[in-house]
């Protein structure tokens, strides 16, 4: 398999679950800035999005988006407990916290990187993302991960996108719960290894 990421973006989250489920894969770097590889090929013609996270499987089929990449991922190494079995409501509370991530975290926080939205819409973004991750915040409480004791794919997407709120001006450190679920993650092994394949975290 292939994973093209680009580093720290929400390619992080598939990046840490393959790294999680011990499973065989490359990791091709995806400039989100000039669409290119590093060799110089246009990232256009591997994806026509033009977006990271993108999942090449050895059959050839891509699959793009990361909630899918990352159940697909824990599929194909059921051993790991990376998701809840299919058909199982674990496995849809999994995919209620992918949703949630992605829909009311991942696409406010992204309004905050684009230069071109104008500082007091973005004041409302940074105003509309803390109240969401207080909200999580709550939902950790008494808890290691999002769904208890162990590690999910949610945990994942989690600790990519509340990495961002350094970079945005969001300030989370009051959120005790939050705080300690991100050094927790910080912590885990195939995290690290992660974060420092993608130049994130120095040896």
């Known amino acids: 398999m292939k994973l093209y990421y680009s580093p720290g973006a929400c390619s992080l ?3 840490i679950v ?3 489920s011990g499973l065989a894969f490359d990791a091709v770097r995806a400039s989100t800035k000039t669409h290119q590889l590093d060799d110089g ?3 256009y013609t ?3 999005k033009g977006q990271v996270p993108l999942l090449e499987l050895d059959s050839g089929e ?5 909630p899918a990449i990352v159940q697909y991922i824990a599929d194909q190494a059921p051993d790991k407990k990376l998701a809840p079995a299919n058909g199982t409501m674990g496995r849809y509370r999994v995919q209620e916290w992918l949703n949630f991530i992605t829909s009311e975290l991942h696409k406010t926080m992204g309004n905050l990187f684009n230069p071109a939205t104008p500082e007091d819409a973005k004041q409302m973004f940074r105003d509309r993302t803390l109240a969401k991750l207080k909200w999580v915040d709550d939902r ?3 808890k290691n991960y999002l769904m208890g004791d162990a590690f999910t794919i949610a945990d994942a997407y ?3 996108v509340t990495n961002w709120t350094q970079y945005i001006g969001v300030d989370i450190s009051g959120l005790k719960n939050l705080s300690a679920f991100q050094a927790r993650m910080a912590a885990r092994p195939a995290v690290q290894e992660a974060l420092r394949a993608e130049g994130l975290l120095k040896s």
């Not at 891509?62 to 990361?66: A, F, H, K, V, Y």
């Open 140 to 142: 950790l409480a008494g």
């Open 158 to 160: 989690l600790f990519t």
């Open 41 to 43: 090929t246009d990232y």
């Open 62 to 66: 891509r699959l793009s988006e990361g």
């Open 46 to 48: 591997i994806n026509s």
């Open 18 to 20: 393959l790294r999680e």
């Open 13 to 15: 989250s598939p990046h």
